[in-house]
């Protein structure tokens, strides 16, 4: 018993050790990415904050399934049977109990960050630019914008909870009785699916984050690294070549007017935007002429062919994800009960490559668990890749930019929300990609057969052969993960889901397509635009 004991907690430390390391490593991404990022001229410390602690949440959350996944398996020997610390089943949910707490923890941050915290923050600078307001002005109007969205929080939570999943026994019942079932199916799931219908609702926002962002950004980050960027040398002489074409033209225009002369309405208004492109040519060459001596232009060149082999690793890794998606949905469509089902099926039935890569790399401890890991970070990657080239849009209205150091607080804040949400939606794409992994980890179960002896003892004997945990798995002998249970808490969200991925396979080749009629970018991509102030250089020339 006192070695079951001390193999649980080696066991379980070794497992939330990892995690713990993870969120080191993310809050130290967290910081230096959001600080690339925000706006000298206007970063606030509040705003700053916020932003780091919404991008790690959301960074967390998407680690925790990898712990999930490594915690059920690590209750079975290789061979099907438990280890002597998870043979009892009051043991085994003590750990699920774990994760599952640790689920409700992030999901609540999520959607106090959602609806409330990042609400506030945000209207609260939104309410900064009128100079008539003071502080306590700000705050009142603030909390007055944001008490719209806690109480559509208020309403998702209490339609979670009182909208149960079957329904109640007996036709005939009393209101009262039925009021009580209700607060009995509360209390009997301990809230989980008042949380989980909540969670649910804002995963659909992400998964339209996700057709837009992340399908995008899975062509063109490794589109990018491969094609590279334009030499500055060349820049710089175009742009010097453009200047003389426009001051001639200016010159040759105000030459119209040296007698005396007005200038025709059509001239003046020529003239204007030629003094504005004038003015974002001047302001272009100052940045080629700070990127062209800028060391991390250098090595950026240095590293090449590096960016070559990663942007090519990359750009394979999309179309494995692209093909596991797509056998994952016809498997779906082919074997499951259809929309009155969500479609979910348990285990598969089409050969699945990176299911099956992952089921292969299970007896190679932890290769399974790094590779789902980046699996998992490469989906947020990507999707701050689709941002920061996107910038974020309301429909066809482009609400703000992402760019180093000009980006201003409240893009920021609409950033790590927009990460929160394609946060959410990760978990059922990882588990579209390889949902018999995602369900049951490198889970075996042993089954018992009886075969007549060959000896000369006439009768039965039993042989134990061992199977990979399914559906067909005695309930007893397999553990969910929490995080599935989370996904297909209510199956119309999963029907979602399912034509969900349909359009992120439609919008993954459409955004490649569009990356490969693209030529090369600029050094200076998105630094220089027509709408920017020639204050803003001033955080590049000191």
Known sequence: MKMAAQSLLSESVLGWSIFTFILLVILAFCWVYIRKFQSRQESEVVSTITAICALAIALITSA?????????SFMKYPNGTYKEWAANNETRGQIEDTVLYGYYT???????????????????Y????????????????????????????????LIGAFVPLEAPPGQNSTQWEKVQYLFEELGSSHGLPALSFSISTLTLIGMLAVITYTAYGMSVLPLNLIKGTRSVVYERLENTEDIDDVEHQIEKLKSKC?????????????????????QVLQRRGRHLEIAERNCCTKVGSALRPFKILLGIFFILVALLFTVALLISNLDKALHSAGISSGFIIFGTNL???????????????????????????YFVLTSMAGIRNMGIWFFWIRLYKIRPKRTRPQALLFLCMILLLIVLHTSYMIYSLAPQYVMYGSQKYLVQSQMPSAGPTSGNATFGTTRIC?????????????????LHKFWFFSTIYYFGNWAFIGAFLIGLVVSCCRGKKSVIEGEVEADDSDISDDEYVH
């Open 258 to 278: 040296k007698d005396g002369r007005p200038l025709s309405s059509r001239d003046r208004h020529n003239l204007q935007e030629l003094e504005g492109k004038l």
């Open 351 to 377: 050969t699945n490559p990176l299911n099956e890569l992952l089921l292969a790399l299970q007896p190679v401890f932890p290769l399974d668990y790094i590779l789902i890991t980046v699996i998992t970070m």
């Open 64 to 72: 925790l399934l990898p712990v999930d996944i490594f915690l059920v």
């Open 106 to 124: 992030l999901y609540s941050i999520i959607l106090f960050c959602v609806f409330l915290w990042i609400p506030f923050v945000y209207f609260y």
């Open 470 to 486: 399914d559906a067909d798995a005695p309930e007893d002998q397999c553990t969910v993960t929490r995080s599935y249970l989370f």
């Open 126 to 157: 939104e309410e900064r630019d009128d100079d008539n307001l003071n502080k306590c002005s700000q705050v009142k109007n603030a909390l007055k914008y944001t008490i719209g969205f806690a109480i559509v929080c208020v309403v998702l939570l």
